[in-house]
Nanobody
């Protein structure tokens, strides 16, 4: 199982970034997947999740209306479109596989850094 995030970088407040997560080594379309972030010096913060078919999504209140999660099962890829960025969105963003147990993720990527600064 491998999850590889990409697409992070420096964004400006009010700007946009998109991060991606390429999955391999398992049947991507059989799993819900999620984004989790960790700001410097803080704990893990769940961001968003999407179901197998991509027709159900969930968001943390802090990102609702600004971030959009999506997936392309044909490409084995998960996305997170981040709009109206805020400095507090600065974090290491991880994608993770959800095996179906509440709040348990069994495989994680290495993370991609998103920094929001003017």
């Amino acid at each position: 199982v491998q999850l590889v995030e990409s697409g992070g970088g420096l964004g400006q407040p009010g700007g946009s970034l998109r991060v991606s997560c390429a999955a391999s080594g398992f049947t991507f379309s059989n799993y819900d997947v999620t984004w989790v972030r960790q700001a410097p010096g803080k704990g893990l913060d769940w961001v968003s999740a999407i179901n197998i078919g991509g027709d159900k999504t969930w968001y943390a209140e802090s990102v609702k209306g600004r971030f959009t999660i999506s997936r392309d099962n044909a490409k084995n890829t998960l996305y997170l479109q981040m709009n109206s960025l805020r400095t507090e969105d600065t974090a290491l963003y991880y994608c993770a596989r959800d095996p179906g147990k509440p709040w348990y993720f069994d495989s994680w990527g290495q993370g991609t850094q998103v920094t929001v600064s003017s």
